[in-house]
């Protein structure tokens, strides 16, 4: 039995010392200084081991958080660009309603110094409503019978004539242009009383020009000159200006001269016109009796 014990014990023995050889070593370097920096030996391994295991790990968290970073700042910008195109385009909206307001402005005050130059009564009105087909060249107008607008009144803007009312309800009226009037209106190039080019303007079929006639071939009609209303029509007041004159072809002494006429106001766009409120002078009515006939009694 004693022997036993003692085998087990020699068996034993190298383990225990083995282990009181690393205790020491352990101990040893634990203890164990740099000669420098009187450092442990063993935390700087560890330090070292550390920053060997933690340095990847460091770099690729680091990594990770810079990419979800650079894509909440590429959200971040795209947010803020799309608010500043946003922005930009309500600024070119409220430019563009500065300008509108601006021309606008310039159109009213022009028919305001227009109504105030005229020598009739007259009523501002707005274009709600177009036809420019081949049949018609007409616009409907925001004024009727409830303000006073009547057949055959003219229109007009601050560039000169537009037409005439062809048409009166109670809270619109319809203009026929004079582009496409061919009843005829009496005319005269350059002033009333001193020129002796008178005729009659009326529509040729073009739509942008108008034709005046009757004018004889000996009369001196230049390019330029402006033509206005007589009045001899019996619709349209003296001295309304119609346009001017941008062509003539001559004629004779017995074949009249043909005349083309750039209207002046400017039909397709105007926005604003001024209704005058003119009715012509009655005609005197002629006696429809014949000369030296007995009246019956």
């Known amino acids: 039995m004693v022997e036993r014990t003692q085998k087990e014990v020699w068996k034993i023995t190298p383990w225990i010392?083995?282990?009181l050889l690393l205790s020491n070593?352990?101990?040893m370097a634990f203890d164990a200084r740099e000669a420098n920096s009187e450092q442990r030996v063993i935390r700087v391994w560890a330090q070292t081991t550390a920053d060997f295991v933690?340095?990847?790990a460091t770099s690729l968290s680091s990594g990770i958080s810079n990419y979800f970073q650079s894509i909440s700042s590429l959200r971040?910008?795209?947010s803020e660009n799309d608010i500043l195109k946003q922005r930009i385009q309500e600024l070119e909206i409220e430019v563009q309603n500065s300008k509108s307001l601006t021309v606008e402005n310039e159109r009213l005050k022009s028919l305001l110094g227009l109504k105030e130059q005229s020598a009739y009564k007259t009523l501002s009105a707005q274009i709600?409503?177009?036809d420019s087909s081949a049949w018609f060249d007409t616009s409907i107008i925001n004024r009727g019978s409830l303000d006073g607008v009547k057949l055959n009144m003219p229109i007009v803007t601050n560039g000169g004539l537009v037409g005439r009312v062809t048409a009166v309800s109670p809270l619109t009226a319809q203009v026929a242009l004079i582009t496409k009037d061919k009843s005829g209106l009496g005319a005269v190039v350059g002033e009333l009383g001193t020129s002796n080019a008178l005729g009659v303007v009326s529509s040729n079929g073009r739509k942008e020009l108008l034709e005046m006639g009757y004018v004889p071939g000996s009369v001196e009609v230049k390019v330029g000159e402006g033509v206005y209303?007589?009045?001899q029509d019996g619709i349209y007041p003296a001295g309304l200006k119609i346009g001017e004159v941008v062509e003539v072809r001559a004629g004779s002494a017995t074949v009249a001269q043909q005349i083309f006429i750039q209207p002046s106001a400017k039909l397709s766009s105007?926005?604003?016109v001024v209704v005058l409120l003119y009715e012509?002078?009655?005609r005197p009515e002629f006696d429809k009796s014949l000369p030296n006939a007995a009246k019956k009694k």
């Open 17 to 19: 010392m083995l282990l």
């Open 76 to 78: 971040t910008a795209q």
């Open 128 to 130: 709600i409503g177009r």
């Open 270 to 272: 105007m926005q604003e």
């Open 54 to 56: 933690q340095s990847p």
């Open 280 to 282: 012509p002078p009655p």
């Open 229 to 231: 209303t007589t009045g």
């Open 25 to 27: 070593f352990v101990l």
